[in-house]
C-alpha cells in the first residue's frame, strides 16, 4: 500500500455503531415483563414518564404478569377523614422508611361514615353519610390501577352498615334508619362477578 492510500484509509470515516434500541419501540409483552419487575412504591413515577406506560401499568395484563412471575406485593390501604374530606392512602414501604402514598381523588364526592370490605385486588366502600343523609352510594377501588369507579346504587340508603364477603358476594345488613327497618329492606347482596345487586333481602 502506497503512502497516498495509506492516508486515504486513515481519513476515512470509521463505521458508526447502530443507536441504542429505543425502549418505547419494544414489543409490549416484553415492557410488561420488564415492568412487572419494579416494586409498586415507583409505581406512581413510573406512571408519569408516559402515556403508554401509565397505560400498561393501569391494565390487567400487568398484575397477571406480576402474579405469573411470583412478584405481587402486600400493601396497606388506609382512609383518613383530613378536614371532613374521607382521603385514601397506601402505605408503602420504602428503603428508609414507610410513607403515605395519596391515591387520586374520586370525581365525585366520598361519603363519611362507610363500611369497607375487600375482594381481591378491589377495596369496596358501601353507603355513608352524604349531604346531611345517608347514601345509596357504593365505590370500588381498583388497587392495581388506583381508579375509581361507581356501583349500581343500593336499593335502601345505609350509613355504616354490616358487610360481609361470602363466596364474591358482599352481604349487605342494617344501617338504614326506622323508616327501612323491616324484613324486606333490612340487606340486599352486591354479586361482584355479574356487578349487580342480586337481591334486595339476605334470606
Not at 30 to 43: D, M, Q, Y
Not at 81 to 110: C, E, G, S
Not at 129 to 144: A, E, H
Amino acid at each position: 500500500m502506497t503512502t497516498e492510500e495509506r492516508k486515504k484509509s486513515s481519513a476515512s470515516p470509521s463505521t458508526n455503531p447502530p443507536p441504542p434500541t429505543s425502549f418505547s419501540s419494544l414489543p409490549n409483552d416484553l415492557v410488561l415483563n420488564i415492568l412487572a419487575r419494579i416494586s409498586i412504591i415507583h409505581r406512581p413515577t413510573l406512571s408519569l414518564v408516559s402515556k403508554s406506560f401509565r397505560s400498561l401499568i393501569a391494565s390487567p395484563d400487568h398484575y397477571a404478569t406480576r402474579s405469573l412471575i411470583g412478584k405481587t406485593e402486600d400493601s396497606l390501604y388506609v382512609c383518613l377523614d383530613l378536614n371532613t374530606l374521607p382521603r385514601w392512602f397506601t402505605l408503602a414501604p420504602t428503603p428508609k422508611q414507610h410513607k403515605l402514598i395519596p391515591i387520586p381523588l374520586f370525581n365525585y364526592q366520598h361519603p363519611r361514615y362507610s363500611t369497607v370490605v375487600s375482594i381481591g385486588s378491589e377495596i369496596y366502600v358501601i353507603g355513608g353519610f352524604l349531604k346531611g343523609k345517608r347514601s345509596r352510594r357504593m365505590l370500588v377501588l381498583d388497587c392495581q390501577s388506583h381508579q375509581w369507579s361507581r356501583l349500581p346504587k343500593m336499593r335502601v340508603p345505609r350509613q355504616t352498615p354490616a358487610a360481609e364477603v361470602i363466596n364474591g358476594k358482599i352481604y349487605v345488613i342494617g344501617g338504614c334508619g326506622d323508616e327501612h327497618e323491616n324484613i324486606e329492606h333490612c340487606g340486599e347482596v352486591y354479586d361482584a362477578n355479574l356487578g349487580a345487586i342480586i337481591a334486595n333481602n339476605t334470606r
